[in-house]
């Protein structure tokens, strides 16, 4: 019998996989002003070239642009999360002032966009979106899960157009 993965938990102390010691990179922000490492000691440095860091994700959007190396953290945790029920690795998180956050997944090449107060639902509901997909996913660009009820999903490609295509072996 399969068991289910334990849920990341959800406290006040951040524990972020990446990171060996509070002087480790775990995300570059991206500001007006050029990219930061944040570290995980709650520590913003820089600005630093992305291209000398290590392979990280980058937290972008106006969500970022004036906050505090403790809210980053915090968001940070949030990505790790989306990473881990999503099963793949996200280059980057766009944080919109108004809670909404955009994960743009590495393996499939597709945006995901959710409530941050409803993340781990809509990325459960998003997984089960997915599933639903099995075999195609790699035809999506993009996942809103932020309209209750509904997922929208926008193709990379028309499906008319891969109707008529021939079957090649």
């Not at 996989?17 to 490492?37: K, L, Q």
């Not at 280059?91 to 393996?107: C, P, Q």
């Not at 075999?135 to 193709?155: F, H, Y």
Request: aromatic letters at 4%.
């Amino acid at each position: 019998l399969k068991h289910p993965a334990p849920e990341a938990p959800i406290t006040g102390e951040i524990e972020i996989a990446r990171a060996r010691t509070a002087s480790d990179p775990i995300a570059i922000v991206e500001r007006r002003e050029g990219f930061y490492a944040l570290l995980a000691g709650g520590e913003i440095r820089g600005p630093v070239s992305p291209a000398q860091q290590p392979d990280l994700p980058i937290m972008s959007g106006p969500g970022v642009e004036t906050a505090l190396a403790s809210e980053l953290l915090s968001d940070a945790a949030l990505l790790v999360r989306a990473e881990v029920q999503m099963s793949s690795m996200v280059s980057e998180m766009r944080l919109d002032g108004d809670g909404v956050a955009e994960f743009y997944l590495d393996r499939e090449r597709m945006a995901l966009t959710v409530e941050l107060d409803q993340q781990d639902f809509q990325l459960r509901r998003a997984l089960e979106v997915l599933q639903q997909w099995q075999g195609r996913e790699r035809l999506i660009a993009m996942l809103d899960m932020t309209t209750p009820g509904m997922a929208v999903v926008r193709l990379k490609t028309d499906l008319s157009a891969l109707e008529k295509r021939a079957a090649m072996i």
